[in-house]
């Protein structure tokens, strides 16, 4: 069974910082990884999408890198501001499934004035 | 394109009651799914289409049915509803993969804004 990990549970940075949000997943034959934010009370917004051939996506100052092999994924922020408060998700696509998605329990980001 | 809506936003049932959570998008997307999300569980899925007339369980399908008359509804049905229902519920939807034609497609998922249920 596919499982998604998500460290660290919650992050607090100060704005302008560089910063990177982990994903791990167990099984590897994946077809596509997804990053989400949610903000409190919302539903969910795709940030970016890489597919399992790809190594990374960038979008703005989102750049989202996939190493299927080792089960990893990381989003890098570039120069946060407060406005990226929220919380990301990452979900994987398992090959043959048909888009079901499974879900990492997310990172609750903060970043301060 | 109002792209994916659910109703209503908020709910609360008594527990036995059924009722049926409302979802539809606007953009010809094949693939519709539900999954509740609930806390230190991250989302689950409920039931998932992959097109008009054609559903399948997913991860957490007990006490739920759906049905798929159009390509552009897909309803949630409690039928009795139980405490351990209480959950905040999200409707997504992708196109289907392949891309066929009208440009590249991808199965993003879209979101819509959820319902919060509380069964008492």
């Known amino acids: 069974k596919q499982e998604v990990t998500q460290i660290p549970a919650a992050l607090s940075v100060p704005e302008g910082e560089n910063l990177v949000l982990n994903c791990s997943f167990t099984?590897?034959?994946?077809?596509?990884l997804q990053w989400f934010r949610q903000d409190p009370g919302k539903g969910l917004t795709s940030l970016l999408l890489?597919?399992?051939?790809?190594r990374e996506q960038t979008s703005g100052r989102l750049n989202a890198s996939l190493d299927k092999s080792s089960g990893r994924s990381t989003l890098y922020i570039a120069a946060s501001q407060p406005g990226d408060s929220a919380t990301y998700l990452c979900?994987?696509?398992?090959?043959?499934?048909?888009?079901?998605?499974?879900f990492g329990t997310g990172t609750r980001l903060q970043v301060t004035l | 394109n109002a792209g994916v809506t659910q109703t209503p936003k908020f709910q609360v049932l008594k527990t036995g009651q059924s009722m049926t959570l409302q979802c539809a998008q606007d953009?010809?997307?094949?693939?519709m799914s539900w999954y509740r999300q609930d806390p230190g569980m991250g989302l689950r899925l409920i039931h998932y289409s992959v097109g008009a007339g054609i559903t399948d369980q997913g991860e957490v399908p007990n006490g739920y049915n759906v049905s798929r008359s159009t390509t552009e509804d897909f309803p949630l049905r409690l039928l009795s509803a139980a405490p351990s229902q209480t959950s905040v519920y999200f409707c997504a939807s992708s196109f289907r993969l392949p891309g066929t034609s009208g440009g590249a497609r991808t199965d993003t998922q879209y979101f819509g804004p959820g319902t919060r249920l509380t069964v008492l």
């Open positions: 953009m010809n997307h094949e693939y």
């Open positions: 979900a994987v696509r398992k090959t043959g499934t048909a888009s079901k998605l499974t």
């Open positions: 890489i597919q399992s051939s790809q």
């Open positions: 099984d590897s034959a994946i077809y596509n």
